[in-house]
């Protein structure tokens, strides 16, 4: 699985994250390496939910809107999410 995540540094150090294709995706990590490493597992805790109730992953974003007024740093980068099953992708 491949997703687009946001990392915004935050002013008291450390990233947020959030995966604009999967809504209340977020997490965040005190560095950058970190915090992609919890991007990663919060797609996976959240393709579990999604599996649980039976529903498929929602497809990765095309693009997508940022307030970025307030933000002094940020990355957009393509996550890949190594999975041990078959996923369905709606």
Partial sequence: ????VVLVRE???GYSVSVPALA???TQGDTLSEALDMAKEAILAYWDGE???GKD???D???FVMDARETTEAFVLKVT???REEVTVA
Avoid: A, K, N
């Fill in 1 to 4: 699985m491949i997703y687009t």
């Fill in 11 to 13: 002013e008291e150090g």
């Fill in 24 to 26: 209340g995706c977020h």
């Fill in 51 to 53: 599996r649980e109730l």
């Fill in 57 to 59: 992953m929602p497809p």
């Fill in 61 to 63: 974003v095309d693009e």
């Fill in 81 to 83: 999410v190594p999975i």
